[in-house]
């Protein structure tokens, strides 16, 4: 089948929902086009035919995949996504995973130039510190996604080709691994290209663990931070005071790379609720957080931008700023 006519069937189908517009047979004849440049690709690779079809199929299809990625937490407004994750027990379980893990944390925010609350407060909401790592099986997820989620299918086809790229390099086991329902994995939830990336053998054992070694984990939320321009100690997001919403034209982030520089937001009728010394000349964006009467508005800076390199959502950042603020209040009280 055309590569142009399997994208029309795909774009047609109705995710999540009774496929009426696209027969059953039609949508497999699309996603079957698409395993066929994948095939490709992987020969490309170094992969034999026999490697690429005993790794498809080991894969199946999962409706839950779909369900799950097409109602994300990200959705919820601020009010609601913000108590899911800081909580008084997430904030115990991180303090006791740092006073473990103490030595460790202190290396990766030494030698990769990270705030340690910061590697605390992702892997805590990652995982719950490993609590909670994901029950899917991450090529279930990936095969699913890259074949039969039109809106992203090219981006995960990518991470499927990873894992399988990554599989041989680290000696996984294709059918134990488990994670999200978009195929992040790990005490980190780290996608197959960025654990071939950014994990680091952080113990010197000779194998790249993300899975069962807090040690890898936490050197390797660092080296992704660190790889991604974090500064340590730079403030990374400031709330603003504003008498009647926000200005026109500014506009709140929406993914886009930062174009407006702290001086673009700062107005008389929008400042910063708190006093502090700010170069004005730094990229910045504008973050809106929903409450249930009313919007607040935040600066954001570029080590905000940085922790949006991790998840794409204004909301998970922000989430993952507070909660590291809690920490290291917490911690340093300690």
Do not use: C
Request: no cysteine.
């Amino acid at each position: 089948m055309p590569k142009f006519l399997a994208t029309i069937l795909l774009a047609t189908f109705s995710i999540g929902a009774s496929a009426t517009t696209v027969s059953d047979t039609n949508i497999e004849n699309a996603a079957s086009s698409l395993k066929s440049e994948f095939q490709t690709t992987q020969l490309a690779l170094g992969f034999s035919n026999e490697e690429i079809d005993t790794f498809l199929s080991s894969a199946k299809f999962d409706q839950g995949v779909i369900d799950a990625m097409t109602k994300p937490w990200e959705a919820k407004p601020w009010y609601q996504y913000h108590p899911i994750f800081l909580t008084e027990k997430r904030l115990k379980a991180g303090l006791a995973f740092w006073k473990k893990h103490e030595e460790t944390v202190n290396r990766a925010a030494k030698e990769f130039g990270v705030d340690p609350q910061v590697i605390i407060a992702i892997i805590g909401i990652e995982t719950f510190y490993g609590g909670y790592m994901g029950n899917y099986p991450v090529v279930d997820a990936l095969y699913t996604l890259g074949f039969y989620y039109p809106p992203r299918a090219t981006f995960f086809r990518k991470e499927l080709s990873n894992l399988q790229t990554l599989a041989k390099e680290e000696q996984l086991d294709i059918n134990q691994l488990k994670g999200s329902y978009a195929g992040a994995m790990g005490y980190g939830q780290f996608i197959p290209s960025s654990y071939r990336h950014y994990a680091v053998d952080f113990d010197n054992d000779g194998q790249r663990d993300l899975l069962n070694n807090p040690v890898d984990a936490i050197g390797s939320v660092a080296n992704y931070f660190h790889q991604h321009g974090w500064v340590a100690g730079a403030p990374v997001a400031i709330p603003l005071k504003t008498q009647s919403g926000l200005p026109s034209p500014l506009k709140v982030w929406a993914g886009e790379r930062l174009h407006y520089q702290v001086a673009d937001i700062l107005t008389p009728t929008l400042s910063l609720d708190e006093s502090i010394d700010l170069d004005i000349s730094q990229p910045a964006l504008i973050v809106e957080l929903e409450q249930e009467a009313t919007s607040e508005y935040w600066i954001g800076l570029k080590n905000f931008y940085v922790i949006t390199r991790y998840n794409r959502s204004p909301l998970y950042a922000m989430a993952v700023y507070q909660f590291s603020q809690e920490l290291k209040k917490a911690h340093d009280a300690q």
